[in-house]
């Protein structure tokens, strides 16, 4: 069966540090993933989406980037973090049968 | 650009059925999901309508209507757990891939 990975499940980080979050999806191949950032009450805001090695689509102009070296792994980056980064980050991956998320980072920028 | 809306707010008893709407424009289709998301956590699949009708999992449903854009999640014989936000989420775009979501509706179960 597949799943998907995601770590560190918190993570505080003071301003202007970098950031690194992993995603990694086991059991199927050239999954549709997905990275999301969930402010406190708020909905679900699509930040990157990639369909393939290499290939990333940004969906909102930020201070985060995304890449995906390997066909199961997509990561989420930032040279330097802003107070306003702090949410919950997830990862998520689409398959025959649904969308799926990973568990979660929630992310406090100090 | 996307327009997803389902109501913020609903309430119910133990035992009672609810239905959560939602209603959505998007430029191209191909998917609509239901998720559940309880406090703290990650979103949980519910269930993914492609074609029109009614697609049944034990005490949930979920039914689509394309040329309506609409979609409702029921909820039957509700427990006190079934407390939580309820997601829905199309996926559409120009290349049919991208899956956005609307803001949730909070359901409150009472006993």
């Known amino acids: ?110 | 650009g996307q327009n997803i809306d389902q109501p913020t707010e609903m309430t119910a008893t133990e035992g009672a059925i609810v239905q959560i709407n939602c209603t959505y424009q998007t430029s191209g289709f191909n998917g609509l999901f239901w998720y559940q998301q309880h406090a703290g956590e990650a979103p949980t699949f519910l269930s993914y309508n492609v074609l029109d009708g009614l697609e049944e999992k034990g005490r949930f449903s979920s039914f689509l209507s394309r040329s309506k854009g609409y979609s409702y999640l029921l909820l039957k014989e509700l427990q006190m757990k079934d407390s939580a936000s309820y997601l829905c989420a199309v996926r559409g775009g120009s290349t049919l891939g991208r899956l956005y979501f609307g803001r949730g509706t909070q359901l409150t179960v009472w006993p």
């Open chain 1, 1 to 110: 069966s597949q799943t998907i990975h995601q770590w560190p499940a918190t993570l505080v980080q003071p301003v202007g540090s970098p950031l690194s979050l992993e995603c990694t999806v086991e059991g199927t191949s050239n999954p549709n993933l997905y990275w999301y950032r969930q402010a406190a009450g708020r909905g679900l805001q699509l930040l990157f989406y990639s369909v393939g090695i290499g290939q990333i689509s940004s969906e909102v102009p930020q201070n985060l980037s995304a890449s995906r070296p390997q066909d199961r792994q997509f990561i989420l980056s930032s040279k330097k973090l802003l107070l306003s980064d702090s949410g919950f980050y997830l990862c998520a991956w689409i398959g025959g049968n649904g969308a799926f998320f990973g568990q979660g980072t929630r992310l406090t920028v100090v």
